[in-house]
């Protein structure tokens, strides 16, 4: 039995079918066009992550092969011999057996990449509320999207920083870096005083439990205990103790052999209603737009700071600063480093203890 379509319904169906073949053959947003954008875009990310791991090793001084680059970018040896063999198609790569290195442009591109990430991260750090956590991922999708103008114009509104907030050195526009200086936290020895000068934010598990540690860049360690699995040490007043993988992740300068203070920094939280105190400091896990904040609240090194009064609930507390009183919520007031303000009597028995004098 033949099937005879009345005029509107093919017009309708033709109509459908022009409709489904545009949206297919579309010039510029068109279903193939936007798979050939998307698949262009994997391809060069692709590219651009391999380029910034070799740059990362040869900057370190680390081997860089075939099996250590699909290992980072967490894909099959298969796919990262596709991906080097077009980087040296143009002529970014060099490999020699297993070793790869960059070639001049290959470095050049490779510094514009990490410029555009350490720049997007410490702006993420500074100029937001955006968790530590997700700085390194924000960064990574922002700079295969940014151009170097746009980010040279970040970077001065920021006044171009020089560290990025893991402590890693920016390039500057020159793509200019200093030498590498440091060693693992893992390389040191029992009674070995470092300061960290960068934590690695990769892979992001190992990242995840060294914040919540509270290990930031600045933080002076002592060495306490070395076995072949961990590694103890204690930094701000804690004891820490982390297997070597983890400890690897942490590169340190080691410092001039001196006693070293298990004093913790007091925390303008253990302030009684009352007590007077002098900040110090905040801590660097403060960031962005709560640490300028604070700040602009007077909360800077050498203001005077008294507990006025504490909630019903004890959260959150006020506090006498500048003439003003402001409430603080623990959380904030766990972040600002103070020392007590003691009276004369007490800053005697205080001066006695110190000198050892009974």
């Known amino acids: ?72 970018m967490n894909i099959s040896t298969n796919k990262a011999a596709k991906v080097l063999g077009q980087l040296q198609s143009i002529g970014l790569i060099v490999m ?33 509320a955006i968790d530590n956590l997700e700085w390194h991922q924000g960064a990574d999708s922002q700079e295969h999207l940014m151009s170097l103008k746009e980010v040279d114009v970040l970077a001065a509104t920021m006044g171009n920083p020089v560290f990025d907030p893991h402590g890693d050195p920016i390039p500057t526009t ?55 699995e961990n590694i103890q040490f204690a930094a701000n007043g804690k004891e820490c103790i982390l297997n070597i993988l983890f400890a690897s992740n942490i590169t340190v300068e080691k410092l001039s052999k001196i006693e070293p203070t298990q004093k913790k920094y007091q925390t303008l939280s253990s302030l009684n209603v009352g007590d007077k105190a002098q900040v110090i400091g905040i801590s660097p896990k403060c960031r962005g737009q709560e640490r300028i904040r604070l ?45 007590s303000m003691l009276n004369k009597n007490e800053q005697t028995a205080s001066m006695r203890e110190l000198s050892g004098v009974s």
């Open 174 to 228: 020159n793509g200019e870096l200093p030498t590498y200086q440091g060693q693992s936290l893992s390389s040191l020895k029992e009674g070995d005083i470092a300061r960290i000068t960068h934590i690695e934010d990769e892979p992001s598990t190992i990242y995840a439990q060294l914040v919540a540690l509270d290990l930031h860049p600045g933080m002076e360690v002592y060495i306490m205990d070395v076995t072949d």
């Open 295 to 339: 700040m602009d609240l007077g909360i800077v090194p050498g203001t005077e700071i008294s507990a006025v009064l504490k909630s019903a609930f004890g959260d959150p507390t006020a506090y006498k600063i500048m003439g003003a009183t402001i409430a603080i919520r623990k959380k904030q007031a766990d972040n600002i480093y103070i020392k």
């Open 1 to 72: 039995m033949e099937l005879i379509l009345n005029p509107i319904t093919s017009l309708i169906i033709g109509t459908v079918f022009l409709i489904l073949l545009s949206w297919i053959l579309w010039p510029r947003k068109g279903l193939i066009s936007l798979w050939s954008k998307r698949s262009k875009n994997t391809k060069q990310k692709l590219q651009e992550d391999a380029l910034k791991f070799i740059f990362d090793c040869e900057y370190k001084h680390k081997s860089c092969g075939l099996h250590t680059i699909s290992g980072n």
């Open 96 to 128: 020699k057996e297993d070793q790869i290195r960059l070639t001049d442009a290959g470095r050049s591109d490779a510094l514009k990449i990490i410029r555009i990430h350490r720049i997007w991260e410490r702006y993420l750090a500074d100029e937001t």
